[in-house]
């Protein structure tokens, strides 16, 4: 299985931006789709982001469409979520997961690794 681990996590003003990466390590990242998922305190976890192998592939929640933005770079083994316009209610420990099937979307027990993830604060 790959190995995924998330970074770019901090503490944030309401309106502002951040990049999270998510590097991937121990077999072919370009042979997993990746999702980024959230989760709050107290809430379940919720899909983000979704993108397939090569990344022609894209799905956003409705959540975060038109401010989040995920992307890859195969030949650096990492994803990325671009997150513009943060709210308040963003805050939640952001997670990469990989899975070998191909696409955008699945439910969420479809992806088999997983890593800590990273906080995401917004203040108001």
């Known amino acids: 299985q790959v190995q995924v681990e998330e970074s770019g996590g901090g503490l944030v003003q309401a309106g502002g931006s951040l990049r999270l990466s998510c590097a991937a390590s121990?077999?072919?990242?370009?042979?997993?789709?990746m999702a980024w998922s959230r989760q709050a305190p107290g809430k379940e976890r919720e899909f983000v982001a979704g993108?397939?192998?090569?990344?022609?592939?894209?799905y956003h929640a409705d959540s975060v469409k038109g401010r989040f933005s995920n992307s890859r770079d195969n030949a650096k083994n990492t994803l990325y979520l671009q997150m513009n316009s943060l709210q308040p209610e963003d805050t939640a420990v952001y997670s990469c997961?990989?899975?070998?099937?191909?696409?955008?979307?699945?439910?969420?027990?479809?992806?088999?690794?997983w890593g800590l993830g990273t906080q995401v604060t917004v203040s108001s």
């Open positions: 997961a990989a899975r070998s099937t191909d696409g955008s979307w699945s439910p969420l027990h479809d992806y088999d690794s």
């Open positions: 121990g077999r072919t990242f370009s042979t997993y789709a």
């Open positions: 993108i397939s192998r090569t990344g022609e592939m894209s």
